[in-house]
């Protein structure tokens, strides 16, 4: 179990908290993401894959809606719920949910902040990052730490700044 700040999720859920007291979750289902975000100059060659991305931020809520087109048509749809086990944005909890079209259906009419973006899986000397490419030209590299947190960047990151702790640059910040 894992105890959370009172504070953790004002940007998720658009402005208060969905609650005023700490919250107590079991990690039994989740997954915990570590991810280091980074803006780019520019798209790193290596791009191995790509994928069309719609995440639907549900106001008031820590959930999010992600619809994944894949480049051979391929379509998933899945509903997400994201708790923070620290105060700021880059160790997270995750716990996925899949759905067919007509729970994406009813859950999507929902209201919801929306952020579109191509995701590029770049493999290059034994790293996969994941580069986000959003509509107005941002790049955006997220390397995911597993349970090994890691301070390195590859040297072929044309890194402009470190925004892994600044709530602007997460999917929810991002979404409009």
């Known amino acids: 179990m894992a105890v959370l700040p009172s504070r ?3 940007a998720w859920t658009g402005g208060a908290p ?4 700490p919250v107590t979750v079991s990690l039994k ?3 915990v993401e570590r991810e280091r975000r980074y803006l ?14 719609v995440d639907r931020y549900l106001v008031g809520t820590r959930l999010r809606l992600r619809e994944v087109r894949e480049s051979d048509g391929t379509v998933n749809r899945k509903l997400g719920h994201k708790v923070r086990l620290a105060e700021g944005p ?9 759905l067919d079209v007509e729970e994406w ?17 770049v493999g290059r000397d034994g790293w996969v990052v994941a580069v986000d490419e959003h509509d107005d030209g941002t790049l955006i590299a997220e390397i995911d730490d597993g349970d090994r947190p890691s301070g390195l960047i590859p040297d072929w990151l044309d890194v402009v700044r470190d925004v892994t702790h600044d709530e602007a640059w997460t999917g929810a910040g991002l979404a409009r």
């Open 90 to 98: 880059e160790e997270v909890a995750c716990t996925n949910f899949y």
């Open 18 to 21: 969905s609650y005023s007291r």
């Open 8 to 10: 953790d999720l004002v």
């Open 105 to 121: 259906a009813l859950l999507a009419a929902l209201p919801a902040r929306t952020l579109r973006k191509t995701r590029h899986l």
């Open 40 to 53: 780019l100059a520019r798209l790193p060659e290596g791009v191995v894959s790509t994928r069309e991305i």
């Open 29 to 31: 289902y989740a997954r």
